[in-house]
């Protein structure tokens, strides 16, 4: 039988005792009174040891007790006073009395008749002087305690003790001389050199026992697709930038040419803050584009442009608010940038649909750059992902013409759509001095990284779910 080395110390320890309290074995096998306890239930379940719990109460006086063990309980106190008799109305003077007369006639060491106490002819220890005396000598050795728990004279606690004792089968394998050396885990260098390993009870290597598992620190799941995006967008050529999640209504609606009082800007419900923002030189061209259509053969939406309202903040709705600052500050081509930000919108959340989520956002601008470039782009990007379908549904929306809707194939739920796309129209980009056909999109990333995680639910990506993130497999690129 293979015994573990604290088994087999803790065999040969009781081998002496027969049977031994844990904390006893315990300080002779220098460890903790649990690691006994622990080593005992391994070694009963061999059936070498047998393990007891014992409960038992120990009792500790009060203050109040303690005065009375001291100077006898209030009953004693007021009986030893009388002599005889006594009529009610004095012995209730007493400063005891109150607490005495009920004790004094359960123990039937007084009767009262018509108004008068009469003691009894023998007053013999009552139950609760014999415990609180045992008490107060430190002795625990007693059923019960009386009435003195209730009375508030002592306290209970339960002292749980383990009792380990050795079966005849742990005897016998003792008799039968087990090698009682510790195993050792590890040589060390000088054991090698010297040839002393030879001497040594090795530790057996079980390879039927599982290891316990271990979790390393490892980037999110999700952190690894957006980092993987990322490399892929660089490698692509695509240099990346960024902005503020506090926007201007100016740059998140009015700079993509989004009328003022148009339900096209209720495709996003928004956040809006307390806050007004300043609009950048030049705000007056897009007004004159959204009023008259500015400098080109564009009629714009008409009536008046509320500089105001264009002045309010929002939590930005979409990245293309930063594509539009990105291109207004970088005019001149070639350009592919992308960003993968973070946008904000008032959403009922379900599994599909978060208030907050990441977008991958690209603007291409060059000489010649057309649809078809675009769609490629798309195809190329989502191949990239692992998505081989890609398919494209016309759509709308206010900034692009012509404008589409990507989606893919994902075996169990079908076609799926990512986002948006389109070419800037020269609405857009006209105020800013841009005269290059720009192509832009807007995917939602989260959505991406949901599907290639296999998650049916958008939440689980943001809550540190401490189980999912274990065991989804991680990995660096290198
Ligand atoms: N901004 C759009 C996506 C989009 C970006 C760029 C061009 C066309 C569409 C959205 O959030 O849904």
Known sequence: MELTANEKRLLAELGKHGSADASILADELSTDAAAVVQWAHLAAGRGLVQVNREVKEEYQLTEEGEAYARDGLPERQVVESIDGEIPMGELSRHPLAKVAIGWMRKNNWIVIDHGIARKAAAIPESPDEIALEKIAAGSMDLDDCGELKSRGLVTVHEQVRWIIEITPAGRNL???????????????????????????????????????????????????????????????????????????????????????????????????????????????????????????SSTGWGGAWDKTKAEGSVLRTHSTALSIQYLATHPEPPLKAFSLSRVYRRESIDPTHLAEFEQLEGIVMDEGVTFSHLLGFLKEFYHRMGFSDVRFRPAYFPYTEPSVEPEVWVDGLGWVELGGAGVFREEVTSPFGISYPVLAWGLGISRVAMLRLGLKDLRQLYKSDIDWIRNTPSYRRI
């Open 174 to 296: 003792l008799n039968a001389g087990i090698d009682l050396r510790s195993e050792a885990g590890t040589l060390t260098r000088e054991q090698i050199l010297s040839g002393s390993w030879r001497n040594e009870v090795l530790r057996r290597y079980s390879l039927a026992t599982p290891p316990r598992r271990i979790y390393p620190g490892k980037p999110h799941p999700y952190r690894l697709i957006l980092d993987e995006v990322r490399t892929l967008l660089l490698e692509m050529g695509f240099s990346e930038f960024s902005g503020n999640i506090v926007q201007s209504v100016f740059w998140n609606f009015d700079a993509l040419f989004q009328p003022q009082d148009h339900p096209a800007r209720e495709m996003q419900d928004t956040f809006y803050l307390e806050h007004t923002s300043e609009l950048p030189d030049g705000w007056e061209k897009v007004r004159d584009m959204h009023e008259h259509g500015g400098e080109t």
